[in-house]
């Protein structure tokens, strides 16, 4: 295992956070989704009452990087426990850094954040195809919950449902 240093990240972090989330677009094959700016993230988790928290991987790359990996979250609720939860929305380490151990170094913390927080759960979405991240989570004891789909409204379909509202 390596030893980068997990922590949350600080506002100078952004610019290289952005750059990974692109990198994971990149990998999910959806690059043209990644769409978010630098300034975004920096009003997302660093604004006046932030909603999203991330912790990053300090650990020098042999690209000269100085983060190695993320973890970008943020609370949901459980009606049916009563209690918050931890969503992840993203979770990304490095290619050349992957193996070291820092992906579960950082779900590790997330743990924490939710047994120190009395979190009910964490909980994340993985895409079907990627076989190497499924295996990983199923190592630490992840459940899919098969029997759940997703759903989103996004653009048009957002707009035209919301109007539906509108007396």
């Known amino acids: 295992m390596s030893e980068g240093l997990i922590r949350r990240a600080t506002p100078d972090d952004v610019a290289e956070i952005v750059l990974m989330v692109q990198e994971l677009a990149d990998y999910e094959k959806a690059r043209h989704e990644a769409v978010a700016t630098a300034d975004q993230f920096r009003a997302a988790l660093f604004g006046p009452e932030p ?3 991330a912790h990053v991987v300090e650990h020098p790359t042999p690209d000269g990087r ?3 990996g993320f973890a970008l979250w943020f609370l949901n609720f459980s009606t049916w426990l009563g209690r918050h ?3 992840l929305e993203d979770l990304y380490v490095r290619p050349e ?3 070291t151990g820092y992906g579960k170094q950082l779900l ?3 743990a924490q954040e939710c047994i120190d927080n009395d979190y009910g759960r964490l909980e994340w979405w993985v895409l079907d195809w990627n ?4 295996g990983f989570y199923a ?3 992840a459940v899919p919950m098969d029997e759940w789909t997703v759903h989103r409204v996004t653009g048009d379909a957002l707009e035209a449902l919301a109007s539906q509202g509108r007396p």
């Open 66 to 68: 100085r983060l190695a």
């Open 139 to 141: 190592s630490l004891g």
């Open 85 to 87: 939860g931890l969503y």
């Open 97 to 99: 850094v992957r193996g």
């Open 108 to 110: 590790a913390t997330l």
């Open 51 to 53: 909603k999203v928290f």
């Open 131 to 134: 076989s190497p991240a499924l």
